[in-house]
């Protein structure tokens, strides 16, 4: 998390000099595995954020001595229980570092064993298959969103459900959470707008997973655009279309051309950050805001983050800088917003795979709960991981879309709209049992609550949205009715690893 510091009062923001704010970053384009001179890994990651904040420090000075930040970067914090997972065990605390970046989406290269060697099977399938690696063992798993990749032109040769089949063995099997698609890169420029194309948009709005899509010009959105189009006013695609996202990949490549805006007020498609960089940074979010800023449409829901390593750099420092300059439009929320929340929103559905079954949820609750009992109980969790279990994801609690607060300072509280007490861990036995939802959820009065759920039938967790009105009424009243309280902090511990067994 960055840690900033506003470097003079701003009464209409309620912000005095000095007032502490922190910000929950997420990387929304990263790229893993091998692609020619490219090759990336968790611990590559890990390193280039080092970087990039060595790189932010360095810029800060410049820009402080010209008067052009309304807040000063001062320090990274790690959120404090996946910083505590790594710490964990030797091997893993090397890899504690380059906090800057909190989360990632990550997803292929063009690797050069994507290629696929029989009509049979799909391109990316071993890609894919190390992208599941990384993303859902611990340690990486509470850093890290694995996003599978396709090549669309699967469908012209071979059997024509190939990318489908992988779209849907990628998420159900493999457990990743995103599709990429690179029509540049799969030569599909000319045939956005194709049958094959909405085959696969259709398997990727039914699934609810978003579609990361590189677009190097305004033609290409316009095309992607159009293949969108196409799907509406069928019956075929109504439920498709209330459930697809779209991200647009380097979105700011003319981020003076009206058009992009007008793609973006479209409730499918968001734009991504990279590749932005001098003179075109301001220009984009002046833009955004300027023409999405109109009643009833959140300007900074729109647009994510991302750095696009290893194919760029350090360039990302330059959007951070400029969300907290004083050119930037928007408020501390819209910085969360851009700089973390809104990929959440998108990517962040509780992890789940086929491995899972039905069961009926228990619950056990501890009130007034101190801090150090959290610890104790994340400990006793923490160990299981040392016992034969793995932990294939731990998703903070988030706010409902559309509801994304405005940011707290650190004196009071800090709040940013991530829920740090709050999260889901997705866990399952090494030897191949099923997989559990441990969620864990403190509210404000300091009652914590800990329910063991499985991620198969109605009873299920099947967001991370922290609203008692996103739970179904059959869970909810489940919870309440069988919630047991604990009296000791031992007990709370225990229990959660019986419920578990
Ligand atoms: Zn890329």
Redesign the pocket.
């Known amino acids: 998390m960055l840690v900033v510091r506003a470097v003079e009062d701003i009464p209409e923001q309620g912000i005095k000099k000095d007032d502490r704010f922190q910000f929950y970053v997420v990387d929304a ?1 990263h ?1 893993m595995g091998k692609e020619k001179g490219h090759r990336n890994s968790p611990s590559g990651a890990y390193d280039f954020y080092a970087l990039l904040w060595f790189e932010l420090q360095r810029m800060v000075k410049d820009q402080l001595e010209g008067d052009l930040l309304l807040f000063e970067p001062i320090e990274v914090v790690p959120p404090e229980l996946p910083s505590r997972l790594f710490s964990s065990r030797a091997s893993w605390a090397r890899m504690n570092h380059g906090w800057l970046v909190d989360r990632t989406i990550v ?1 292929p290269y063009t690797d050069d064993y994507s290629k696929s060697d029989s009509p049979d099977t799909p391109s990316f399938r071993v890609s894919n298959d190390k992208i599941a690696g990384w993303t859902t063992r611990a340690p990486h798993s509470t850093r890290l969103i694995g996003f599978g990749r396709v090549d669309p032109k699967d469908s012209l040769s071979g059997s024509p459900d190939r990318p489908v089949k992988e779209i849907k063995r990628a998420v159900k099997v493999l457990g990743l959470r995103g599709l ?1 698609l ?1 029509p540049l890169a799969q030569l599909f420029v000319d045939e956005i707008d194709s049958d094959y194309m909405r085959k696969i948009m259709k398997c990727a709005g039914d699934l609810g997973i978003p579609v990361i899509m ?1 677009t190097r010009n305004t033609r290409t959105v316009l095309r992607i655009q159009d293949l969108v189009n196409s799907m509406r006013g069928s019956k075929k695609y109504e439920k498709t279309l209330t459930q697809l996202s779209i991200i647009l ?2 979105c700011g490549m003319s981020p003076g051309d009206p058009r992009l805006y007008e793609v973006l007020r479209d409730p499918v498609f968001y734009g991504e950050t ?1 590749t932005l960089h001098g003179k075109d940074v301001p220009i984009l979010f002046q833009m955004a805001h300027e023409r999405m800023g109109a009643p009833g449409v959140q300007w900074s829901e729109k647009l994510l983050f991302g750095t ?1 390593y290893s ?1 760029l750099s350090v360039q990302a420092a330059e959007i951070i800088l400029h969300l907290i300059s004083r050119d930037f439009k928007g408020t501390l929320g819209d910085i969360q917003r851009i700089i973390g929340g809104n990929a959440l929103t998108l990517a962040q559905t509780p992890f789940r795979t086929d491995n899972g079954v039905k069961r009926q949820p228990k619950t056990v609750v501890y009130e007034k709960c101190e801090p150090t009992v959290t610890q104790e109980l994340e400990e006793s969790i923490i160990s299981l991981l040392n016992n034969g279990w793995n932990m294939s994801s731990l998703d903070l609690m988030i706010p409902p879309r559309h509801t994304w607060p405005n940011i707290q300072s650190l004196e009071r509280g800090g709040y940013n709209g991530i829920h740090l007490d709050s999260y889901v861990m997705t866990l399952h036995p090494k030897n191949g049992g099923t997989e559990f939802h441990v969620w864990v959820r403190m509210n404000p009065a300091g009652l914590l609550s800990c329910t063991v759920l499985g991620t198969k039938g109605t009873l299920v967790l099947d967001t991370a949205e922290f609203a008692a009105q996103r739970l179904g009424q059959e869970l909810s009243e489940k919870i309440r009715a069988d919630a047991r309280p604990m009296r000791t902090p031992q007990e709370l511990a225990s229990s959660v690893l019986d419920m578990l067994s």
């Open positions: 384009h790229h997803f990429k690179h590189d990949a380097h990279s696009d194919f």
